[in-house]
């Protein structure tokens, strides 16, 4: 079955440290690899995709995801943590012909001073 | 670009009532928009698939009469729930793909809250 792992629920660091946030996949084919985030209250913004190519990319505000086919991983990381990137983070993989995302239940960040 | 704007943002209503939430591409078309529910501290669930010009396709366990979605154009799809419940209250969002296939990326509104009396 299909499915997206992210182990930590809520992860604490403080502001100007590195971050890295994990996510594992379950997929039959080769996934298209999604990270959203969503501030409280609001909808979820686009980080970065991965589809093919290369296996580093690179998102918006500073973020990149790596994935890994051995691992089956597609873990999101920025290294160095700004107070505005605490929100939660969704990792999700996406394919079949309607493009549906299926979404790993999410990891809350917090910043601290 | 790739902006989708939900309406309303925010619903207070009685029980009983049907409640209309728009979602709208501004930049650019989407042969399909997808429907999601939020519970609190949770993830999304895909409530439905809709492609413009026909009929929605619904998720195991979403009740399509109460859940009725409308995709007439490229642009607007819309979600009614009919005759709300206290139990229908939640967050709803809506998303938008890309015309380009299954790999492209959803883009998504900023949510409606839903609260039913």
């Known amino acids: 079955a299909q499915s997206v792992t992210q182990p930590d629920i809520h992860i604490t660091v403080s502001e100007g440290a590195s971050l890295e946030l994990r996510c594992n996949y379950s997929y039959g084919a080769t996934p298209y690899l999604f990270w959203y985030v969503q501030s409280p209250g609001q909808g979820l913004q686009l980080l970065l995709k991965?589809?093919?190519?290369?296996?580093l990319v690179q998102g918006i505000k500073g973020f990149e995801a790596e994935f890994k086919r051995s691992q089956s991983s597609f873990n999101l990381r920025k290294p160095s943590v700004h107070w505005s990137d605490a929100a939660e983070y969704f990792c999700?993989?996406?394919?079949?012909?309607?493009?549906?995302?299926?979404f790993g239940k999410g990891t809350k960040l917090s910043v601290k001073p | 670009g790739a902006v989708v704007s939900q309406h309303p943002s925010r619903v207070i209503c009685k029980s009983g009532t049907s409640v209309k939430i728009e979602c709208r591409s501004l930049?650019?078309?989407?042969?399909?928009m997808f429907w999601y529910r939020q519970f609190p501290k949770q993830s999304l669930m895909l409530m439905a698939t809709s492609n413009e010009g026909s009929k929605a396709t619904y998720e195991q366990g979403v009740e399509k009469d109460k859940f009725l979605i409308n995709h007439a154009s490229l642009t607007l799809s819309t979600l009614t729930v009919t005759s709300a419940h206290p139990e229908d209250s939640s967050f709803y969002i809506c998303?938008?793909?890309?015309?380009?296939?299954?790999?492209?990326?959803?883009?998504f509104g900023d949510g409606t809250r839903l609260s039913i009396l």
């Open positions: 991965y589809f093919s190519g290369d296996t």
């Open positions: 998303s938008a793909r890309e015309v380009g296939g299954a790999g492209q990326p959803q883009h």
């Open positions: 930049d650019f078309q989407a042969t399909t």
């Open positions: 999700a993989v996406g394919g079949g012909s309607q493009g549906n995302l299926i």
